[in-house]
């Protein structure tokens, strides 16, 4: 069962109907879910989009206004991974590798993390950041494998969710 405690806002075919495809959207958009969902005494705002680099002057400030305001917002960051086995089966590849996974078992020793989109500065500067891609997704789909956290440049960098569940916590006391 659900936690009631929990309410995720979706991008689905209904909203697109609405305001159009992802992309196109003023970051407005977002600026005013925050500040609603901040009105209504959100915990913790998580925003599970694509917030690198800027998109629209108006749009951008709006939405680090509206996180500045709301002082909760959690933004993904997203790592790009490196394989130093690359003889093997692309196919086998593609997914995302960690450099700290959580299932000790598996040797990660030849995966590094070799670069992190973070959001757009101004942006960056008002939320905290989790990397949104710190899993590894098995052959038949199924996510078995997450880590808590990855290494970048000798800092460990916590995970979305981490980072949600860790702020979370912080707004109980």
């Not at 000798?154 to 707004?171: L, R, V």
Request: charged residues 25%.
């Amino acid at each position: 069962k659900a936690d009631s405690r929990i309410t995720i806002i979706s991008i689905d075919d209904d909203t697109i109907s609405e305001y159009g495809e992802y992309d196109d959207w003023s970051r407005q958009v977002l600026a005013d879910a925050v500040n609603a969902l901040n009105e209504n005494n959100a915990s913790i705002i998580g925003l599970d989009v694509d917030l690198s680099g800027v998109k629209d002057t108006e749009g951008d400030e709006a939405l680090v206004e509206a996180c500045k305001n709301a002082g909760n917002v959690v933004a993904i960051a997203t790592a790009d991974y490196d394989s130093a086995d690359k003889n093997s089966d692309s196919s086998q590849n593609n997914d995302l590798i960690l450099s700290k996974p959580a299932d000790a078992s598996i040797d990660w020793s030849d995966h590094k993390t070799m670069s992190i989109s973070f959001p757009y500065h101004k942006l960056e500067d008002v939320v905290t950041t989790g990397i949104s891609n710190a899993l590894q997704q098995s052959p038949d789909g199924i996510v078995r494998t997450a880590a808590l956290s990855i290494s970048y440049n000798d800092n460990d960098i916590s995970s979305f969710a981490s980072t949600i569940y860790m702020k979370y916590q912080d707004s109980l006391g």
